[in-house]
């Protein structure tokens, strides 16, 4: 079974002529440094010893997290939601503010 972006697909065990690998596997390797670096500030590192870059059978990158415990995943799920509540907020505070003249007519 594959999902429409091919993340489910198998993995590149055994490569195809003509499928770029590299490139995918490059992709992924850069997220899972940055998400490596990321886990190091938080001390969340040891959390996921599994992390590695790899490639599905159509040269997609994928990131594997590996196997983590509960907390682990439900503290980094906390996380990334807290983040995008902050972006959220970051992104309202940052709107142009209207004059009275320019606000919309109720």
Do not use: H
Not at 25 to 34: L, M, P, T
Not at 70 to 99: F, H, N, V, W, Y
Request: aromatic share 4%.
């Amino acid at each position: 079974m594959t999902d429409r972006r091919g993340v489910v697909a198998k993995r590149a065990e055994n490569l195809s002529a003509g499928v770029p690998y590299v490139r995918g596997w490059n992709r992924a390797r850069q997220s899972a440094g940055g998400l490596a670096d990321q886990l190091v500030v938080l001390g969340l590192d040891s959390d996921f010893p599994g992390l590695v870059a790899d490639v599905n059978a159509f040269g997609d990158g994928i990131v594997q997290l590996g196997t983590v415990r509960p907390e682990a995943a439900e503290l980094l799920a906390r996380l990334i939601a807290a983040g995008l509540a902050a972006e959220s907020s970051d992104m309202t505070t940052k709107a142009p503010r209207l004059s009275p003249r320019e606000a919309p007519a109720a």
